[in-house]
């Protein structure tokens, strides 16, 4: 069964650090592309960085560039989003996700596979 198993996040002070991971069960991560989504309350779901099979990361949402970094290890079938100078609007579920799209260039779609999400909470 293929499986995306989250963790990390939790709660942190405004201007803060957190580190999410997501850990690839029952297929290998290497040549897929993968992305963090996060979801607030009463607001749709969006990319907030996503990260090539074989390069480097290939998006950053606005809301979070220069503050947040992607990265992966295919060799630990793990895909990291360290967190850092947090604030209170980056509060939200984050979630996971996998594409089987290959190549350079992933922008968030598609997306086959989701993580159940964790909760991120920053507070002022």
């Known amino acids: 069964e293929v499986q995306l198993v989250q963790s990390g996040g939790g709660m942190a002070q405004d201007g803060g650090s957190l580190m999410l991971s997501c850990a690839g069960v029952?297929?290998?991560?290497?040549?897929?592309?993968l992305g963090w989504f996060r979801q607030a309350p009463g607001k749709e779901r969006e990319a907030v960085s996503c990260?090539?099979?074989?390069?480097?990361?290939?998006y950053y949402s606005d809301s979070v560039k220069g503050r947040f970094h992607i990265s992966r290890h295919n060799a630990k079938n793990t895909a990291y989003l360290k967190m850092d100078s947090l604030k209170p609007e980056d509060t939200a579920v984050y979630y996971c996700?996998?594409?089987?799209?290959?190549?350079?260039?992933?922008?968030?779609?598609?997306?086959?596979?989701w993580g159940l999400g964790t909760q991120v909470t920053v507070s002022s």
């Open positions: 990260i090539s099979g074989g390069v480097g990361p290939s």
């Open positions: 029952g297929f290998t991560f290497e040549d897929l592309s």
């Open positions: 996700a996998a594409s089987e799209r290959r190549g350079p260039g992933y922008d968030a779609t598609p997306v086959n596979y």
